[in-house]
């Protein structure tokens, strides 16, 4: 998004790279900083992690946890990559990387145990989830919309210098916005139920347990940057296209 924002704010500022506000650098500056920070932190804690040994792989993690839940209905099943783990409220599946899907370690237990958090929500009908889950088909077409308008501002710049396509931009932006700060409440229930099932099953010592509960920490902590960036550049657009108003 970093040069989609910069083709942007050439745009709002009449096109000229020297007229760009300072905001813009500490927007942006601060975003990559911050991510960068909580990423590298995460890496290292999951690497960390990962060499603490567990007797249950992920999948069978995710299952026990499931089964605990009376969930009967879900598949666990292995999807490639790394950090590709995700549950599918569509088709009922929690989908574990190859890494967590097979490993022994405290970390690939936190996250298969984390995936089938989201899988109990579901079960539970649990509002937040719901509601995101019927926000997503509006946050595709807004981020869809984004990339169209992100293609104009390639081809002139001018085009942001038309107040109705740069509300569009503000009306895009919230709904992504929107959607950064509900999913904070749906990855934050999901670890405490992971973590409260983990303590609860016995399936970790209480040095295993801290150790999850940090991993979790950590990853969750990258979709707070995640909200704060997006609130960020909603902020600005939207005091730039306020801002001409006085003019």
Not at 106 to 135: D, I, N, P, T
Not at 221 to 236: G, H, N
Request: hydrophobic share 50%; with cysteine.
């Amino acid at each position: 998004m970093a040069n989609s924002y910069d083709l942007l704010a050439m745009s709002t500022s009449g096109g000229s790279f020297f007229g760009i506000p300072m905001l813009y650098f500490l927007i942006l500056g601060g975003s990559m900083l911050l991510s960068w920070l909580v990423s590298t932190k995460l890496k290292s804690r999951f690497r960390e992690h990962s060499e603490a040994p567990l007797a249950y792989s992920g999948r069978e993690i995710a299952l026990k946890m499931l089964s605990d839940a009376g969930i009967e209905d879900v598949k666990v099943i292995s999807t490639p990559g790394r950090l590709t783990d995700h549950y599918n409220p569509a088709d009922k599946t929690v989908n574990l990387s190859e890494a967590v899907y097979n490993m022994r370690n405290v970390a690939a237990a936190a996250v298969a145990a984390h995936e089938c958090g989201h899988a109990v929500q579901h079960a539970k009908a649990y509002a937040w989830l719901s509601f995101r889950s019927k926000m997503v088909p509006v946050t595709q077409i807004a981020s869809k919309l984004m990339n169209m308008i992100f293609m104009i501002s390639i081809v002139g710049m001018f085009a942001f210098r038309i107040p109705g396509l740069l509300w569009i931009v503000v009306g895009c932006l919230a709904v992504t916005s929107l959607f950064a700060v509900i999913t904070l409440p749906v990855e934050f229930d999901a670890s405490k139920r992971a973590l409260a099932w983990m303590e609860g099953s016995g399936i970790a010592g209480s040095m295993d347990q801290g150790r999850a509960r940090n991993a979790l920490f950590w990853a969750a902590m990258t979709y707070m940057v995640a909200a704060i960036s997006s609130l960020a550049w909603l902020a600005y657009y939207l005091f730039q296209l306020l801002g001409r108003g006085d003019d």
